[in-house]
């Protein structure tokens, strides 16, 4: 879903003569949006799929190897995606001292604050996403501690999953195991 925030941003560079790069990832052909709009504001559009079923088979960050080693430059880079892929683009941005922004708006539940579920350490501090952010430098979020909150309660929306189901098929808990 990162492309549908990216292509606001890359529409106002191309108006403001500003040429750039797009590289759209996913797992497949079927998870790609905005293909065609991007095409239309992208200065030049890569394609990558894990299975190679759309453009080049492989991750963005192997697209975006190529494309610096074939000598490309770029000013900076802005990531939008997947907690892991925007993880692997800054550390492979870092390595050629590329600015890099990735935007946190996943990690959003209220907009305030107040919840603290968007929490996460940029530069070693504590920052609350949904007011100090989304966007923050990529080489200074850690990646590893926002993707271990983002799994905390993965077991628990996975067991409401299941009693969700349950319900649905008409199994009635008499226990009190189903809340």
Same mark, same amino acid.
């Given at each position: 879903?990162?492309t ?6 890359? #529409? ?8 750039v790069?797009v590289? @759209? ?9 905005y293909? $065609? $709009?991007? $095409?239309?504001?992208?200065?030049? *559009?890569?394609i990558? &799929?894990?299975?190679?079923s759309?453009g ?5 960050t192997?697209? *975006?190897e190529e +494309? @610096?080693?074939a000598?490309?430059?770029?000013d900076? %880079?802005?990531a939008?995606?997947?907690? @892991?892929?925007?993880k ?9 001292? +590329?600015? &890099?922004?990735?935007s !946190? ?6 907009g305030t604050?107040?919840c603290?579920?968007c929490?996460?350490?940029v530069?070693? #501090? &504590?920052?609350f &996403? ?14 590893d501690?926002a ?5 905390m ?7 409401? !999953?299941? @009693?969700? #189901?349950?319900?649905?098929e008409?199994h #009635? %808990?008499r226990i009190?195991?189903?809340k």
């Open positions: 879903v990162g549908a925030p990216v292509y606001p941003q890359v #529409k106002w560079l191309k108006e403001q003569g500003v040429e790069d590289i @759209i990832g996913a797992k497949n052909r079927d998870m790609l949006i293909t $065609e $709009e991007m $095409e239309r504001v992208a200065s030049r *559009l890569y990558t &799929t894990d299975d190679g759309a080049s088979k492989g991750l963005v192997a697209k *975006l +494309l @610096i080693a000598g490309n430059h770029y900076e %880079c802005v939008i995606g997947p907690m @892991i892929m925007m692997f683009v800054a550390l492979t941005t870092k390595k050629y001292s +590329l600015k &890099t922004t990735v !946190l708006n996943a990690l959003m539940v209220d604050g107040m603290g579920a929490r996460v350490t530069a070693g #501090k &504590t920052r &996403t949904c007011v100090e952010g989304p966007e923050f430098d990529a080489h200074e979020v850690d990646f501690e993707m271990r909150r983002q799994g309660y993965r077991n628990l929306e996975q067991r409401a !999953l299941a @009693i969700r #189901k349950e319900r649905e008409g #009635k %808990c009190g195991l189903d």
